[in-house]
Structure formats: structure tokens, C-alpha cells
């Protein structure tokens, strides 16, 4: 168990991207070293990200810490789900946090890096791992450990468990992952007290929670609330932040050094050339400006979209050649930048995509 927490802490806290991928380099599809987090040569492979998910689930199992079920959260609504595309039929082995095509095409390091899910590879490992924690996944949503239940996803689903002198009946309904109301209905016929733990989330910088409609504090330990008590028919209501946040890597990250990613909820949003055109990394955001969020059901299948108000930097006007003293010449526009979430991408054919963005405080 030391050994098991020692990698864990390495690999969450040092070696891991935002979006639950891991892997830094193609040579072995390895970690690397410490803050080694290259966004275009990474490999993340699918795989990885699933093992990342069962390897969380028995550090849960384990010790019930909020920490694993969060990481289970962030590698399963994200560079899992993006392993697969929306039709269900192609896959990505390869999960970068940024594509350019002709950089793929053209650059033997970077050729391992796909811009649109192919069919089929020789190596069939990510499309059956994919399908099995999909259709494995209620698995994932409850931990339960003699009078205790752990609430770990936010899923709709019912479940049954035997526990203390009854049975318990348990059903989640919520609008998750893109609404932050979940409602926990419980149906107990036993005499005994249970406990029951809910997680919240780190990403949710407030929650609030309510007992059988009424407001409730409840006893919070390592990113879950408990509640203790003979049960019958209750509902806990729990409401979750769900806010567009920002997020900044550690300054020894090199590679983000001045840029930040955003998310909502459980889901990492990144921008694609569809929605923003060519060339993301001219784009930027002052660091006041506001996220707005929509929910297109148009999109991607039904995405929520994030908006903001940006920049981009007309890099070829008044500006010739490759080096120069100044950028005096240099101009930037207006533009409204756009997000999706990191899972849907390259769902609308080859195209640039981006997770980490420039921040600026310039107008
Ligand atoms: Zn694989």
C-alpha cells in the first residue's frame, strides 16, 4: 500500500495531464520525468486512462478518499470518452491536449499523433478496453464497505444493496455531467444506522446540501459528506458548483507557462479550428474575461459550449520575415473564442484543436 500511494501521488501530482492522460512520450507510450508534459508528442493512450480508472477504483476501495474518485472522474469523462467518437465506431489511441494536422503529416515525432479516430489499428488494445468500462461502469458509481455506501459518480441509475439489517434501494436522478443538481433517493427497511458518503468534488469550489428538502450540514472527510443515520424514505439533494472555471499548471510544467485550460463540471472544454479557425495558438484571453456557457443541443450530439470574448493575433499583416527586433508591427483583433468539451472533438473531420490557452492582461 506504501508502494501504491507513492506512485499514485507521482503520477496525479507530477505526471499526469489535465485530462486524465498520462503517458508523455511515444517511445514506450512511458512516463517520462517530473512535470514532463508535452501536449502535442504525449502519447495518453486510451488504455492508459482506462487502467488510470480501474487503478483509482481499488485506491478507493482502499482508502475512501475523495482524491480517487475524483482522478476516476477526470480520466473517465475525458480522455476515455474521447478515445471513442461520437458514432461509436473510431477510436483514438493517441490523446493529445494539441493537433495540428500538417504537423502530424509532416513531422516524424508527431506522427503517432491522429487529428481524426481511425477505424482500426493493428494493435486492437483501446477500442475493447473502452467497451468494457463503458458497459462496466455502474460498477464504478458506488463503493460499498460493510454499514457504509460511497457515493463515488454522479449517474443516473438505481441500485440495491444489503446493508445493515435491510435492504437498500438507492436512485440517483440528475442532469449531470452538464447540470450540478443531484438527487439521492433512498429506501431503506432495516433498523440499523448507515452511513452514507457522498463525494464532492475538488473542482466544485462550493456545494450546498439538503435533507429531505431541507438544508443540512453534514460531516465532510477527504472530499466526501456523510451522513449517519436509520434511513427510510429520504432524498439528499446535493448541488454542486458549476461555474466555468480556469485552471493553471504548475510553472514547471514549460509547456503552459502563461496559458490556462478551462472546465465545467467534470468536463475539460478545449478549443477546435472548426469553431475558431486556423492557427489556436494566436488566440488569446485577457485573464478578467468572463466564460459564458450554452448548452447546444444542436452540437457535437448536444455539447455545452463555453464562450468568451478574446484576441487573435494577425501574425502575417505588416510583419515579414521570421525574426525582429519589435512587434510594434504586430496587431491583434477582437474575436469570440469558443470551447467544446475535450471529449468531442475531431468529430467534424481533420482540424486544428487545442487545450491550453494563452492568457493576456494587455487590451
Ligand atoms: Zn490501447
Not at 520525468?33 to 482506462?50: F, G, I, K, Q, R
Not at 460498477?139 to 438505481?158: A, M, S
Not at 445493515?164 to 440499523?192: F, H
Request: with cysteine; aromatic share 12%; proline share 3%.
Amino acid at each position: 500500500m506504501k508502494a501504491l500511494i507513492k506512485i499514485w501521488k507521482s503520477i496525479v501530482t507530477r505526471r499526469m495531464y489535465i485530462t486524465g492522460g498520462i503517458g508523455s512520450t511515444v517511445s514506450g507510450e512511458a512516463f517520462t520525468l517530473d512535470y514532463d508534459l508535452p501536449n502535442d508528442t504525449m502519447y495518453c493512450e486510451t488504455c492508459a486512462s482506462v487502467g488510470l480508472v480501474f487503478f483509482a477504483y481499488r485506491m478507493l476501495l482502499s482508502e475512501e478518499k475523495g482524491e480517487y474518485a475524483d482522478v476516476m472522474e477526470r480520466a473517465l469523462y475525458n480522455t476515455v470518452l474521447g478515445g471513442v467518437a461520437l458514432d461509436g465506431k473510431h477510436f483514438f489511441y493517441v490523446n493529445p491536449l494539441e493537433a495540428v494536422p500538417g504537423k502530424s503529416s509532416k513531422d516524424p515525432g508527431k506522427s503517432h499523433v491522429k487529428c481524426v479516430r481511425p477505424q482500426w489499428l493493428g494493435c486492437a488494445c483501446c477500442p475493447p478496453n473502452l467497451a468494457r468500462l463503458l458497459a462496466s461502469v455502474e460498477q464504478y458509481v458506488f463503493v460499498q464497505k460493510k454499514d457504509k455506501l460511497l457515493v463515488n459518480l454522479f449517474v443516473e441509475c438505481k441500485g440495491r444493496f444489503e446493508i445493515g439489517d435491510g435492504i437498500l434501494e438507492i436512485e440517483l436522478k440528475t442532469g449531470y455531467p452538464w447540470d450540478g443538481c443531484v438527487d439521492i433517493k433512498l429506501n431503506y427497511n432495516g433498523t440499523a444506522s448507515v452511513c452514507l458518503g457522498i463525494r464532492v468534488p475538488s473542482w466544485s469550489d462550493t456545494f450546498d446540501a439538503e435533507l429531505n428538502q431541507e438544508h443540512a450540514v453534514f460531516e465532510e472527510k477527504d472530499g466526501f459528506i456523510y451522513v449517519n443515520q436509520v434511513f427510510s424514505q429520504d432524498t439528499i439533494r446535493l448541488k454542486l458548483d458549476m461555474q466555468a472555471k480556469r485552471w493553471y499548471a504548475n510553472p514547471l510544467v514549460e509547456n503552459n507557462l502563461g496559458k490556462f485550460a478551462v472546465s465545467r463540471g467534470p468536463f475539460v472544454y478545449c478549443l477546435e479550428e472548426a469553431d475558431n479557425g486556423k492557427n489556436l495558438h494566436l488566440l488569446s484571453v485577457e485573464k478578467q474575461e468572463e466564460l459564458k456557457y450554452e448548452f447546444d443541443e444542436t452540437l457535437l450530439g448536444g455539447v455545452g459550449v463555453l464562450t468568451a470574448s478574446g484576441w487573435k493575433t494577425e501574425a502575417v499583416s505588416g510583419v515579414e520575415g521570421l525574426y525582429r527586433k519589435n512587434t510594434a508591427e504586430e496587431k491583434k483583433a477582437r474575436t469570440k473564442i469558443k470551447w467544446i468539451p475535450y471529449y468531442s472533438w475531431a468529430n467534424r473531420g481533420e482540424n486544428e484543436m487545442r487545450v491550453w490557452v494563452r492568457e493576456d492582461n494587455q487590451c
